[in-house]
């Protein structure tokens, strides 16, 4: 299996600050990696896919970047709602996920 | 648009079979060529991708678990479900239902709000 390793596991940030996260895979997945968010008792939303496609209708403070086993994921300017986990996710079979980024407003 | 609701018993025994359906709405299941997918997380850990299916009835499943799940699909019904057996504590989550994009880039746009399984005696 892939595995993927976020980093940091939780980030404490301010609003209108930049936030990166870092997800990086075991081995080479080219673009196939996917990113979602997840707020306290709900379902996973997806923002991101194939490592830098933004899904129709997520704000465009959100991207990602990156190819091969080194991925990036970026907040340009935090809000108040932003305020969520985040997981990066291959879909080389079998689909795995990263152990997710806890994101606090500081 | 689509949406999914999973359903099932939410209290399970240990060495019992979980039995979960997901049932979609404002579509066709089998329209197009989504995989249809369980995903499950424990309390407070992260995401753990269970397996997929086809309206074709082919199936992937995730090896570690792969000797204790079933899933199947229902299209007059417009359900999948997901069978687990032999469950332990250790199989205690919630557990979702999404719709994976057909070939191409998969990724999961539709996910169900996900249901609650504890397994205890």
């Known amino acids: 299996d892939i595995q993927l390793t976020q980093s940091p596991s939780s980030l404490s940030a301010s609003v209108g600050d930049r936030v990166t996260i870092t997800c990086q895979a075991s081995?080479?997945?080219?673009?196939?990696l996917n990113w979602y968010q997840q707020k306290p008792g709900k379902a996973p939303k997806l923002l991101i896919y194939?490592?830098?496609n933004l899904e129709t209708g997520v704000p465009s403070r959100f991207s990602g970047s990156g190819s091969g086993t080194h991925f990036t994921f970026t907040i340009s300017s935090l809000q108040p709602e932003d305020i969520a986990t985040y997981y990066c996710q291959q879909y080389h079979l079998p689909r795995t996920f990263g152990q997710g980024t806890k994101l606090e407003i500081k | 648009q689509v949406q999914l609701q999973e359903s099932g018993p939410g209290l399970v025994k240990p060495s019992q079979t979980l039995s979960l359906t997901c049932t979609v709405s404002?579509?066709?299941?089998?329209?197009?060529?989504?995989?249809w997918t369980w995903i499950r997380q424990p309390a407070g850990k992260g995401l753990e991708w269970i397996g997929h299916?086809?309206?074709?009835?082919?199936?992937n499943y995730n090896p570690s678990l792969k000797s204790r799940v079933t899933l199947s699909i229902d299209t007059s019904k417009n359900q999948f479900s997901l069978k687990l057996s032999s469950v332990t504590a250790a199989d205690t989550a919630v557990y979702y239902c999404?719709?994976?994009?057909?070939?191409?880039?998969?990724?999961?746009?539709?996910w169900g709000k996900g249901t609650t399984v504890i397994v205890s005696s």
């Open positions: 194939d490592a830098s």
């Open positions: 999404a719709r994976e994009t057909p070939s191409g880039y998969f990724y999961m746009d539709v």
């Open positions: 404002g579509g066709s299941i089998s329209t197009g060529s989504y995989s």
């Open positions: 081995q080479d997945i080219t673009n196939y």
């Open positions: 299916i086809y309206i074709t009835g082919s199936t």
